[in-house]
């Protein structure tokens, strides 16, 4: 898919190609959007690329939760990271948010076992 492609980041897909420093614009996923565009690309037979965006969504949210043991509103999809930089609109990172811990439990269902074994041997590693 060419358009989920300037958007589609390590850690997801990018809520738009705009740097304003907004909590709606680049370089911010947030969990609803993943959820609707991964399932839009369900519904038109994009099974590849949802499983490809749903598994990167995933670690980089596993990632962040090994690092400090917190599930967040929001993440920056490029650093894979959970440190946001928001100047306009709502800037505080909320703490266990539950459309992040939602999302999460839709695409871990949602994945092919073999890539939820993968997710699972990169949690067991990266622990040791």
């Known amino acids: ?4 492609a300037k958007l589609e980041k390590p850690g997801g897909l990018v809520m738009s190609p705009y740097e304003t420093e907004g909590q709606w ?7 609803p959007t993943q959820l609707l565009a991964v399932e839009g690309m369900r519904n038109y037979g994009y099974n590849a690329e949802a499983d490809r965006i749903s598994y990167n969504f995933l670690s980089m949210v596993a990632e962040n939760f090994r690092h400090d043991g917190t599930i967040r509103e929001k993440y ?3 650093t894979r990271s959970s440190e946001t ?3 306009a609109g709502y800037n505080i990172n909320v ?5 992040t811990n939602g999302v999460f439990l839709v695409f871990l269902h949602g994945l092919p076992t073999p890539m939820v074994e993968k997710l ?9």
């Open 1 to 4: 898919m060419k358009s989920s």
């Open 25 to 31: 614009d680049f370089p911010y996923a947030w969990a």
């Open 76 to 78: 920056n999809a490029v």
């Open 85 to 87: 930089a928001v100047k």
């Open 95 to 99: 703490v266990g948010f539950g459309w």
């Open 120 to 128: 699972s041997e990169e949690q067991l590693h990266s622990v040791q």
